[in-house]
């Protein structure tokens, strides 16, 4: 009973990382294709709850660790680490705030933009999105690819290691870049909106927006997205207020004021946003696509190299009338492994047929295990 | 007292109803249960020896009731096996080529099955018919003689210009398979049904011994001809010791042995080879111990490895 409710947690969890996988992936592609402000509200609420989830799992997972003295086991050898990189930081840098400004209309994302760079906490929150794709590495644990336990250990390994560096990697190399401003398109961005600010305040000050300028702004900077003066005039607009309340989200938005302070300057962030979401779905690409090879071009080569030869040499050691010979294909005729094949092959075999023809009538399938008298 | 008997088959059902038993032919669920019967004698005697049993009975007494009860039981399906091998699977046509007179097909199959039916009574006959029978139910000899036919390699060679057969690829089939049934033969002149008896092994037999069953075989299977006696009883001769023994003959005696501890495998594991392909390759290296002709199983080899088998 107990075992079928583990099994039953184990699939609901394995089934949540998939989710959460599939909802990230989402999440970046409707930031891409300019989704609906309803569609993103949904995928914020809906990560928020994976987080959640996960995060209490940890939390249980890591209870029952210490409970039972094993943290160090739970944490390096069952991958606790994933569990936590992949919920706490997640859940506090990424929906947890996401959630908050949905709730507070955005008051939160202004006073964390107050507090940082608004850049600096765009990346904060996105990058951390990128711990997800921890995950992947606990569905691949789950997939049955191979029989021998040996080559799900080594294949694990292997990928383990892959996915985590890739992750860490771009982990710290984004958040680094997030942090000093490294010179790059998200950058440019940024000095691109201040000197546009300094631009319309030198032109216009309080004055009516003339349409010429109106024209030359637009096709200057396609961030611009609003200008109104102090008495909430639009002076500029590039859409609709329905269209930016469809599309665009409190954080997708940059408010700046003149030097003055009578301008009110509304800037598009969504291109900067769109850009990590860009390599998120490149690096997740390039997980997948190494995870494909892993499981469908190397784990194959290692069973043929390694595991079968060996589990042919274990069958016919172990059962008394399995006589099949190990194939060893030429161009790995000289491994280790398949040397000690042909061994087997021309020593053991032979060997173990003589020894059975002198004393086949001594063996029966059946045991005395098997009968009740 | 009168009831041992049934006791003794009631015991023997329970057995056979195993599932361990439940993939193998009669003869080698047989051969298992008197294995585990030679196993297991000590364990199993307080039980057989109580009221319930074979009450003061010795060891031996009771592996003979239950042998016995065995053998009737096993024999009910065998037999009928056999005359079915023997009128459908063997066409004695061939031995009209084979002398050039008209035989009696019906006659002939008849006496061999008469034949068979009184020498399996033998327990050492019963233990070394395991292999011939396996190997005529799997009609393993067919597909390997077809092949050869095709190669027109040793093997053709020994049967049509050495062994100098003037027989159709069907017909040579049909000898071997006849010299698979009678290979057994050879333990026509065993003594008593000892069971633990292992006097008469593959390649065990001298050409003389074999010559003198011969005399003894001629007498019982007088429509046979002494042609396909002969290639019947060299198949128990290891061809090192005589290079002259008949292509059928170390034919049949390749194949008995390649099915006397056959495994079906269901599955091939990935990473192994195919079980004709590995037996034949072991065999290979044991050719001296078996007494097989190696340029044969050379040829089996190349078969089993290009067709997979």
Known sequence: ???????????????????????????????????????????????????????????????????????????????????????????????????????????????????????????????????????????????????????QRHIARITSLTVTSIVLILFVFSTLSGLFLIPGLQADHLRQQEAMVRLVDKAYGTQAMDPRLST?????????????????????????????????????????????GTLRIIFDHKPVQQDIALQNILVFSIIIIIMI??????????????????????????????????????????????????????????????EIFGKAETYSELSIEDIKL | MDNEPTIGAQFVLRLLENPA?????PLQKELHIINFLKVNINQLYPTLSSAGYFPGKTKDQIFSMVYESLKQIINKSLFPHLKKIITENIDFSFISSLTGSNGLKNAMSEQVLGFLQKLLQKSTARLNFLGPLTALDL???????????????????????????????????????????????????????????????????????????????????????PEALKSALHSNISFLESPDVEATARVAAIFAARCSNFRQFTKIDRGADTPDKSWFNIARRNYKFYGFDSKMLDEFYKTAAENGW
């Open chain 2, 21 to 25: 038993l439940a993939s193998f032919s």
């Open chain 1, 1 to 151: 009973m107990k075992s079928r409710f583990i099994k039953a947690v184990e699939f609901t969890i394995f089934s949540l990382i998939i989710l959460v996988i599939i909802q990230t992936i989402v999440e970046d592609i409707a930031l891409l294709l300019n989704w609906e402000v309803s569609i993103r509200t949904v995928l914020i609420v809906t990560g928020f709850v994976f987080d959640l989830i996960f995060t209490i799992e940890f939390l249980v997972r890591l209870y029952w660790a210490i409970v039972e003295r094993r943290v160090a086991k739970y944490l390096f050898e069952k991958r606790g680490w994933i569990d936590f990189l992949a919920s706490i930081p997640l859940l506090m840098f990424n929906s947890g705030p996401a959630l908050l400004s949905l709730f507070t209309g955005g008051s939160l994302f202004i006073i964390f933009s107050d507090v940082l760079n608004i850049l600096k906490v765009l990346k904060a929150v996105r990058i951390a999105r990128i711990l997800r794709f921890l995950r992947v590495i606990k569905i691949f644990k789950n997939i049955k690819y191979a029989e021998s336990a040996m080559a």
């Open chain 2, 139 to 225: 009609a393993i000899s067919d597909k390997y003689i077809d092949e050869s036919f095709q190669r027109r390699s040793y093997l053709h060679f020994e049967l049509t210009k050495v062994q100098k057969l003037s027989l159709t690829q069907e017909e040579t089939k049909n000898l071997i398979k006849l010299s698979l049934l009678l290979k057994t033969s050879v333990n026509l002149l065993a003594v008593g049904g000892d069971v633990n008896s292992q006097e008469v092994r593959a390649a065990a037999v001298q050409n003389q011994f074999a010559d003198k069953v011969l005399g003894a075989l001629e007498s019982q299977l007088d429509l046979i001809p």
């Open chain 1, 293 to 354: 090879c892993y499981l469908f071009i190397y784990s194959p080569h290692f069973a043929i190299t390694v595991t079968d030869p060996l589990h042919v040499m274990q069958e016919g050691m172990q059962s008394k009338d399995y006589n099949l010979e190990v194939r060893i294909p030429k161009k790995y005729k000289n491994d280790d492994v398949f040397k000690l094949a042909r061994l087997y092959n021309e020593h053991y075999l032979p060997l173990k047929d003589r």
């Open chain 1, 216 to 260: 030359a702004i637009n096709e200057l900077d396609r961030s611009l997205l609003k200008i109104t003066d102090e008495n909430n005039t639009v002076l500029f607009a590039r859409f609709g207020d329905d269209t930016l309340d469809k599309y665009y989200m409190r954080e997708d938005l940059s408010v700046k004021a003149n030097t003055t």
